[in-house]
């Protein structure tokens, strides 16, 4: 339908025309209520935004000292936060004469690895970044 008669069927029902689909060859438009249009369209970006998982990245703090009391305590926080879905960074902060005993950090993080992989799997494995070795683990996906 040519525009002209569009627009002027569109005035002649008291309703708008609006463009839909812009890019489409041909341009598609409907004749409705433009207000209706716009509050339809707000509800399905909302209802889109509330099916949305958001992922957090929570983060485990260890030192190459760490006690098996303290690191079995936190390896439970990251198994619950990745029984929730979210990733978990695990760092290890190194204070001046540790950066000599890297392996001990290394340690840490591969006895976390594999007392968390019935429920994770590692997305960054360990590496050193300034003063800090850190890995990710995301949580495995299931069917």
Wanted: with cysteine; aromatic share 8%.
């Amino acid at each position: 339908m040519d525009v002209r008669d569009a627009v002027q069927k569109a005035r002649e029902m008291g309703v708008d025309l609006v463009e839909i689909a812009p890019n489409a060859k041909p341009p598609v438009c409907r004749i409705i209520d433009y207000g209706k249009f716009l509050y339809e369209e707000k509800k399905k970006t909302a209802e889109a935004k509330k099916k949305q998982v958001t992922v957090e990245v929570k983060e485990l703090k260890f030192r190459p000292g760490t006690d098996e009391h303290d690191y079995s305590y936190r390896m439970k926080h990251a198994r619950e936060w990745l029984g929730e879905g979210d990733k978990v960074r695990a760092a290890i902060a190194f204070r001046g004469r540790e950066m000599t005993h890297r392996e001990l950090g290394a340690k840490i993080l591969k006895k976390l690895t594999e007392d968390l992989a019935d429920i994770a799997d590692v997305e960054v494995f360990p590496k050193m970044e300034g003063y800090q070795m850190f890995t990710i683990l995301v949580p495995k996906k299931t069917k």
